[in-house]
């Protein structure tokens, strides 16, 4: 059974930036992708990135160009680089290990504020 921890959340001015950081403790190992997803008070949990065992990345349309997803697989962690961040950006960010075969791993969340 692995943890997630994240870090890296705040609160930052319009246009600023934020680097998310999660690192799973315990075996991660057989997992098809890390992510982040986000949800904002009264929405829905949304994914905003995702990075396969492969590599390969997949973003929210409305982050793309801004956002940059990116793993240390020595370590187990994934991290999410946030540049240009809009007040529209603001939510608890989740970390997630997808498995095909077994249940995700959730992270606790930080929140990510943006003011206008």
């Known amino acids: 059974q692995a943890q997630l921890v994240e870090s890296g959340g705040g609160l930052v001015q319009a246009g600023g930036s934020l680097r998310l950081s999660c690192s799973a403790s315990?075996?991660?190992?057989?997992?098809?992708?890390m992510g982040w997803y986000r949800q904002a008070p009264g929405h829905q949990r949304e994914l905003v990135a995702a990075?396969?065992?492969?590599?390969?990345?997949n973003y929210a349309d409305s982050v793309k160009g801004r956002f940059t997803i990116s793993r240390d697989n020595a370590k187990d962690t994934v991290y999410l680089q946030m540049n240009s961040l809009k007040p529209e950006d603001t939510a608890v960010y989740y970390c997630?290990?997808?498995?095909?075969?077994?249940?995700?791993?959730w992270g606790q969340g930080t929140q990510v504020t943006v003011s206008s």
């Open positions: 997630n290990v997808h498995y095909s075969y077994k249940t995700d791993y």
């Open positions: 315990g075996s991660i190992f057989g997992y098809n992708s």
């Open positions: 990075i396969t065992r492969g590599g390969s990345t």
